[in-house]
């Protein structure tokens, strides 16, 4: 039987038990993750160079900045970002679609 916060499933004498309990860490995990994907899209579209490097404006939203300043560092290596700067407003962004909020990204070549 279920038991709450796993996914239980059995074949014959097999069962299997997953964790499915969504922690703070593994969330902001995960945000900067998918962050690090849509950026790397904008590159891609845009006509970037693999080596160019860039800059980040990303709209402040309580949904993730804690994530966006925790994992700063990562996001601007893995996107090769000299800088990432949370703001109140972009003007002429890239809008980004989560589940529940939007965000809004200007990345720059500099």
């Known amino acids: 039987e279920d038991i709450p916060g796993w996914l239980v ?3 014959g004498k097999l069962t299997v038990a ?3 309990t969504i922690t703070e860490e593994l969330r ?3 945000i900067a993750r998918e962050l690090v994907n849509r950026i ?3 590159r891609k579209n845009s006509g970037f160079e693999i080596t160019d490097k ?3 404006l990303l709209s402040k939203n309580s949904n993730t900045d804690d994530a966006v300043n ?3 560092g990562y996001i601007c290596n893995q996107v090769l ?3 990432l700067q949370l703001v109140d407003e972009i003007q002429n962004g890239t809008e980004l679609n989560f589940d ?3 965000l809004y990204v200007e990345v720059s070549k500099e």
């Open 9 to 11: 499933t059995n074949e």
């Open 18 to 20: 997953l964790e499915v």
């Open 28 to 30: 902001k995990e995960g």
């Open 40 to 42: 790397q899209n904008i």
């Open 54 to 56: 860039i800059s980040i």
């Open 70 to 72: 925790e994992y700063n």
């Open 81 to 83: 970002a000299n800088s």
């Open 100 to 102: 529940d909020f939007n």
